[in-house]
């Protein structure tokens, strides 16, 4: 199959390509240039495939959480392309995408993203062996102090909340990470590779039911907050 998938819920722009077995990627550590680079990404890797944009059987997406305008921005290039070339779009967890970069096999993972105004967005996982995950608990926003964890022998940590939150988070955990990098951030080749096995599973979309995950709808934080930070 052939599928586009587009990562854009974090400070990360990044955009991959399935075609057959293969996937190829790019990826930019480039805050507040998404919507500048995101195209262009897309056509290069359409262009080193030798693929024109109709050849394309999906779409895929990191539906959030993340930041706003990150998250709609991907949302809304993926369902455009969708109706474009009239293909279905697929959603995926942003936050299971980034459990992906985690680089053990044994033990749990705690994906963790800084939702900013002293929060982070959370979930745990499992790697099922097969290249997929399986899902320990359910995707939060909260405060890094008042974070709960399903049991776990070992964990693992990655995302940007550990390198915000590292001393809080370290608190939670019922002992030292065996790995832990918070400078991992959500990527569009683990979107891919989820929103295969999605597409396989037949849990495609219209892309005009391709909706966003924001896990909260405060977008900042008000002058009097600010003033009590």
């Given amino acids: 199959m052939n599928l586009l998938a587009i990562e854009t819920a974090t400070e990360a722009c990044s955009v991959a390509l399935v075609h057959g077995d293969q996937i190829i990627a790019r990826s930019e550590l480039a805050p507040r240039r998404h919507a500048e680079l995101v195209l262009p990404m897309a056509d290069a890797l359409l262009a080193e495939a030798g693929l024109g944009r109709h050849a394309l059987d999906a779409i895929a997406v990191g539906r959030g959480p993340g930041a706003f305008t990150g998250v709609r921005l991907g949302v809304s290039l993926a369902q455009g392309m969708a109706l474009a ?15 992906l970069e985690a680089e053990h096999d044994d033990a749990a993972i705690l994906a963790v993203i800084d939702a900013r105004m002293g929060e982070i967005y959370a979930a745990c996982y499992r790697n099922d062996g097969q290249g997929g995950l399986v899902s320990l608990d359910t995707e939060r926003v909260g405060t890094a102090d008042t974070l709960s964890l399903p049991e776990a022998a070992q964990w693992q940590v990655v995302g940007s909340g550990w390198a915000t939150y590292e001393a809080v988070l370290r608190e939670r ?6 790995w832990a990098d918070g400078a991992r951030y959500p990527q569009a080749r683990h979107v891919a590779e989820l929103a295969v096995r999605e597409f396989q599973a037949g849990h495609a979309h219209a892309p005009e039911l391709a909706l966003p995950v924001y896990l909260r709808d405060k977008v900042a934080l ?3 907050e600010q003033g009590r930070a």
């Fill in 85 to 99: 070339l009239d293909c279905p779009v697929i959603t995926v967890s942003s936050l299971a995408a980034l459990a």
């Fill in 173 to 178: 955990l019922p002992s030292a990470p065996v």
């Fill in 222 to 224: 008000t002058l009097v």
